[in-house]
């Protein structure tokens, strides 16, 4: 039995396991798909007013209110499964681990095909890890074909990624944006432009990223980036991560898809497998199941 068949067969399994505490944790259910939350209402973006404020502010109560990871004291599932998927992905990014993988800290968020919760999962990743004492985080929307983090976040896509690729912004730091989180920035994916796949393949594209992973030495960067089946844009985006996790659904998500997907990344990377709205009958958790190669690491 294969590593995923393996982690699927945990998921359906295991039904008893609690949330009461961090290091009890074992589990991720990341409860909504981007299709859901599309179809819900978003707040007006809020910009910048005067200087030394952020660039966007985040509502925070509206991302809790949709299910998110928020930074209050409130002891909620959705924070403690993202607690336990960020340390793996902190550990890959600087512990030991990180000197066998190239551009550790580059962590790429897809699925195998649209609608598994793959933007859901980038953006509260994203949230998580930005709650850290001594770790900054940069979340990239790369899915320039369906840019969703800005809309997920309540926030509209203006100019982004792809105005910097084209050479209409001079500078990346004219389309990061800063928020009313101290330690999360973001870029989103900008304008739909026929050219994307070059763009995203370009030489500037990898300076950019190569910039990300050494400039700053306690950042993570998050991209979400398109589905892995049939878009030529994410095998690029594959070969610029050090890191990858994998969404998909239970019940939707076939198993010889997730194989495909697999094969279409790089083999070195650290692989990450998060199976989404995996509620039991009895509203158990699902399974978060993680592995590097062929080894398992957690």
Do not use: W
Request: glycine share 6%; with cysteine; charged share 25%.
């Amino acid at each position: 039995m294969s590593t995923i068949e393996k982690a699927l067969a945990k998921n359906r399994s295991d039904k008893s396991i609690e949330t009461s505490g961090e290091n009890d944790v074992k589990v991720a259910d990341t409860h909504e798909t981007q299709a859901e939350l599309n179809a819900k209402d978003v707040p007006s973006e809020e910009i910048r007013k005067s200087e030394g404020e952020p660039d966007i502010v985040l509502d925070m109560e509206y991302l809790s209110q949709k299910g998110m990871v928020d930074h209050s004291a409130e002891r909620r599932i959705i924070n403690e499964e993202f607690r336990t998927i960020k340390r793996k992905v902190i550990s890959n990014a600087f512990g030991p681990l990180a000197k066998t993988l190239e551009r550790s800290n580059i962590v790429m968020v897809t699925s195998s095909k649209p609608g598994e919760g793959k933007t859901f999962s980038a953006v509260n990743l994203a949230l998580s890890i930005a709650s850290e004492q001594d770790k900054t985080v940069l979340l990239v929307d790369a899915d320039v074909l369906r840019p969703n983090v800005m809309k997920t976040l309540g926030l509209k896509n203006k100019e982004g990624l792809i105005e910097y690729l084209l050479g209409e912004k001079s500078s990346v730091a004219d389309v990061m944006k800063s928020t009313n989180i101290p330690n999360l920035k973001i870029i989103g994916a900008g304008k739909p432009h026929r050219l994307s796949n070059e763009l995203l393949a370009s030489e500037i594209m990898q300076k950019t990223i190569d910039e990300f992973s050494t400039r700053y030495k306690d950042r993570i960067v998050i991209i979400d980036t398109p589905p892995l089946l049939g878009i030529n844009e994410t095998s690029v985006l594959a070969n610029l991560a050090g890191q990858a996790l994998l969404v998909c659904e239970e019940g939707k998500s076939k198993l010889h898809d997730i194989k495909n997907a697999v094969a279409h990344l790089d083999p070195n990377m650290a692989i990450g497998i998060v199976v989404n709205k995996s509620l039991s009958n009895d509203q158990s958790p699902g399974y978060y199941g993680y592995y590097y190669g062929n080894n398992e690491t957690g």
